[in-house]
């Protein structure tokens, strides 16, 4: 099936979270699938450093060309990488006023929030290149807001443009929390039928929405994990939209990201201090070693030691572990924490691990080979979200025999076996109910307890680096996926 991906980000041009890591790898594990695949994106001034880096520069792929939006012309440029480790096509939008700033979701040099125009010239540009190309995708997936408009464009347009007659529309949703939400002012730059604002199909709370119109829009709608598909449909989790995702229901399927084990796989994984896999386990006391090094905690020390990495947010539980770190580290359980977000959160690790030498330690800012060395060289890791669509730590930490301590929500309930003192046949981690820092002190501290059991905690591990978490399970999902898609649109598949 020819299968097109549109999307902000994409691994490793340009990244701010787990959609990034999605679009990097799911098309790779499509195309080894038999699929004929390929990624646009815009081409950010990330990607841009990327290539520089390594002193090469992706081809022009067509020659520039204009597209008019309002009646303002926009010159763009088409240019062609590969998915590294693959032979799977990226196309990159350029157009520099728009797409190269320091940040991937920057504002413009008036501070304005322009990012409604930003992806709508990302949008035509990637449709007419498409056309230009002569390449018509039987599957248009695109990723959260920032592509909205492609799908609207097919469900709405067909009347003006025949070109959409061949091609059914998937919407995958990472996290509803963020809608492309603009003013009424702006719907015109869209290009929409009246009838998209009129009849409420893009319009919220009197606001152009368009995650709202892709959802009304797709042919079929997936999230990244299938609690956070039922979770969405809630009033506490749909961020405003739970009613419009339960009328389309039918269309809302849940799917699991997976894992790129080309990266995360401590058996090929050069960041670590020694590899080791399920069968050979030797090398992982040599990375604890080494990671204990880095936050100058004594090696010799038997107590655990807990991981972290993350956004540095509420959301991801930050203030859940310093709430608990006191208690935790008085009862002999060390903390290495890696990440950067919220100055607050910032400033309270950095003042742990000031307080605690020996005991804590605190890394601001985000390192790849360090995270490496945490997944590898902790005993467990702390994973206490507030919500999460998906994750992808707590299955890298599975895969590197580093069992998570998660909360019960969203794609983490989908991918921890939580321990409960019966189920060591097949329990994977730990697991805990509510965002409170006393009830994660008391599963991290339940943790230490069958850590001192090194026969019950090597069974916990090998239950979870046995599981499959390979981007190739999660491709077959997509596959049913997409025939049903154009099952819907009445096109054979």
Wanted: aromatic letters at 10%; proline letters at 6%; hydrophobic letters at 45%.
């Amino acid at each position: 099936m020819r299968v097109t991906h549109l999307s902000a980000e994409c691994v490793p041009f340009a990244k701010t979270g787990g959609l990034g890591d999605v679009v990097g790898a799911l098309p790779k594990a499509q195309a080894a699938r038999g699929h004929d695949v390929d990624v646009f994106l815009p081409f950010h001034l990330e990607a841009a450093e990327w290539y520089h880096r390594r002193l090469s520069w992706p081809e022009q792929a067509i020659p520039p060309f204009e597209i008019s939006i309002l009646g303002r012309a926009y010159t763009v440029g088409l240019l062609r990488g590969t998915l590294p480790g693959s032979t799977v096509p990226v196309y990159f939008v350029a157009h520099d006023p728009l797409f190269h700033r320091t940040r991937i979701y920057a504002p413009s040099e008036s501070g304005r929030d322009d990012g409604l125009w930003r992806f709508t010239v990302f949008v035509r540009a990637a449709l007419e290149a498409m056309r230009r190309l002569g390449r018509r995708p039987q599957i248009l997936h695109t990723h959260d807001w920032h592509p909205a408009l492609a799908v609207m464009l097919g469900a709405w347009s067909n009347w003006r443009d025949r070109w959409f007659d061949d091609v059914a529309s998937v919407l995958t949703i990472h996290n509803i929390a963020y809608q492309g939400v603009y003013g009424p002012e702006e719907f015109r730059a869209l290009g929409l039928p009246p009838e998209a604002w009129t009849d409420r199909a893009i319009e919220f709370a009197g606001a152009v929405n368009l995650l709202k119109g892709a959802i009304v829009a797709a042919d079929m709608i997936t999230a990244v994990s299938p609690t956070y598909a039922w979770e969405i449909t809630t009033r506490e989790g749909g961020a405003g939209l739970d009613g419009i995702l339960r009328m389309r229901s039918d269309r809302l399927v849940g799917i699991l990201n997976g894992v790129d084990t080309s990266v995360w796989n401590p058996a090929v994984d050069d960041a670590i201090a020694a590899r080791y896999s399920l069968t050979d386990l030797s090398g992982k006391p040599l990375c604890r070693r080494d990671l204990c090094r880095i936050a100058g905690f004594d090696p010799d020390d038997t107590g655990m030691v807990l991981g972290s990495v993350g956004r540095l947010t509420d959301q991801k539980g930050f203030d859940l572990v310093m709430g608990a770190a006191p208690e935790l580290i008085r009862r002999g359980v060390r903390i290495v924490l890696l990440g950067s977000g919220e100055p607050q959160l910032e400033h309270a690790i950095r003042r742990l691990a000031a307080q605690h030498p020996g005991r804590a330690a605190a890394f601001v800012g985000y390192s790849e080979e360090l995270a490496h060395k945490i997944e590898a060289g902790a005993d467990a890791y702390v994973m206490p979200s507030r919500f999460e669509p998906c994750g992808l730590n707590q299955m890298y930490s599975l895969a590197y025999g580093t069992p998570p301590i998660v909360r019960r929500v969203g794609g983490l309930a989908d991918s921890v076996a939580g321990f409960d003192g019966r189920n060591l046949d097949r329990g994977t981690g730990f697991v805990f109910e509510n965002p409170a820092a006393h009830e994660l002190a008391a599963e991290v501290l339940r943790a230490q307890g069958l850590f001192h059991h090194p026969g019950a905690w090597s069974r916990l591990i090998a239950n979870g680096m046995a599981q499959d978490f390979s981007w190739d399970r999660s491709a077959s999902a997509y596959d049913a996926v997409y025939r049903r898609a154009r099952e819907i649109r009445g096109l054979a598949s």
